[in-house]
């Protein structure tokens, strides 16, 4: 599990004060290689999802790989015109009145939650010569476990499903002549066997206006980089698509993008022990880590093993005083000690983007590991990240 990268990037890093997040250039490369090789066999456009990332300084490299990125608004859309270019495309549940104009600025594809925000917005849309889309439900819930991520959910207020669109009179006449596309997004870290079966859902329910749009844009959560997707089913389901339909078609991974590309690196503060071993680190899940309490899930430490598993079983806590800021139990070779470096893996995506200073916690600084070993300090951050948002 990464443990000779890991071991590199502690050796490159080495000087600098901890904690903070390192990207790897020549594990981002070698993600970014799949995708463009993808996108190329399978006739497709492939976008940045900015929410899962938005390290903007590896923009100009991702930007030699991938066709543009996808937004979540106002700011993400700026972002992604001004530090990316490329095609921009924005999705939003809703968008404010007051930000519109601005948004359309920055866009070139346009998508909407729901019939109603097509009619409040669609003909500006068209005026300002941008791309409309709207986003589907296809009621096809393929994965289980984590209901937060799950769009299809009942009672979901993600995109519009077929009744919505039965409701809203007379689709054909009112609503279709605004779009150019089709947006879905149901998957979340999935393999392509779950977009063929949403496909095969969305095609039954909303296939008859396919052939009537320009685009279909299927989304995030197509876990493309990892070690077992199913990368040939993806090409032949995006080829079937443009054929039978004579769409192009676009996808927007977030994830995917820096899958197991970027690292933590923390240090042990004081040990203790309450019936069991435990570390209290520089790092915290709920400040540094987020998904970590939310999704919830155990991120991988390299070179530890499972609780009870090596001989040194330790928790792994923050420094904060939410009693539940606990990373997880791991075991070691060795006891841990204070001074002594951790490296969690997978630490690049959803990260940087959601963190916070909770408690007053510093932000963790993100540092660029390059091709050559040299480790740059991209941002640090002080006080002034804490008391600038108070
Ligand atoms: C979250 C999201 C993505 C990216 O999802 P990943 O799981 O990070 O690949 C793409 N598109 C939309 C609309 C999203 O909400």
């Not at 849309?125 to 959910?153: F, M, W």
């Not at 932000?363 to 951050?381: C, K, M, N, Q």
């Amino acid at each position: 599990m990464q443990e000779r990268e890991a071991a590199g990037v502690l050796r490159d890093t080495a000087a600098i004060r901890t904690p903070f997040y390192v990207v790897d250039e020549t594990l981002l490369k070698k993600n970014l290689e799949i995708l463009k090789d993808t996108a190329e066999r399978a006739g497709c456009r492939i976008l940045l999802a900015q929410k899962a990332f938005s390290m903007y300084s590896v923009y100009p490299l991702i930007r030699q790989y991938l066709s543009g990125t996808a937004a979540s608004g106002l700011y993400e859309a700026r972002l992604g015109k001004t530090e990316f270019g490329g095609e921009t495309h924005v999705f939003s549940a809703a968008y404010r009145p007051d930000e519109f104009d601005e948004i359309l600025n920055y866009a070139d594809h346009i998508v909407f939650n729901t019939p109603g925000q097509v009619l409040k917005y669609g003909e500006k849309v068209k005026k300002a010569g941008k791309q409309a889309g709207l986003r589907l439900n296809p009621e096809c819930s393929t994965q289980e476990g984590h209901a937060i991520y799950d769009p299809c959910a009942p009672g979901s207020r993600m995109g519009t499903t077929l009744s919505m669109l039965s409701e809203a009179g007379n689709f054909e006449e009112t609503i279709l002549p605004y779009l150019n596309g089709f947006h879905m997004h149901t998957l979340c870290e999935q393999n392509s066997d779950d977009l063929e079966t949403t496909l095969r859902a969305a095609e039954e329910k909303f296939g008859a206006w396919f052939s009537k749009v320009k685009w279909l844009n299927l989304g995030g959560g197509h876990h493309i980089t990892r070690e077992d997707y199913d990368r040939e089913r993806l090409i032949r389901l995006v080829c079937g698509l443009r054929e039978k339909y004579g769409v192009e078609v676009y996808l927007e991974p977030g994830e995917a993008v820096v899958l197991n590309a970027g690292f933590l690196v923390t240090s042990v503060l004081e040990t203790m022990e309450n019936g069991m071993q435990i570390a209290i680190l520089d790092t915290s899940a709920a400040c540094h880590m987020p998904d970590v309490l939310e999704m919830p899930y155990r991120p991988p430490l390299i070179g530890a093993g499972e609780a009870g598993e090596k001989p040194y079983t330790f928790r792994l806590g923050g420094p904060t005083c939410l009693s539940g800021d606990c990373i997880g139990d791991y075991s070691f070779e060795a006891p841990l000690k204070e001074g002594g470096r951790l490296v969690f893996g997978d630490m690049a995506l959803y990260t940087m983007v959601k963190n916070n200073t909770f408690n007053g916690m510093p932000l963790p600084s993100i540092v660029y590991r390059h091709e050559d070993g040299t480790a740059e300090v991209v941002r640090a951050f002080g006080y002034e990240n804490f008391v600038g948002r108070l």
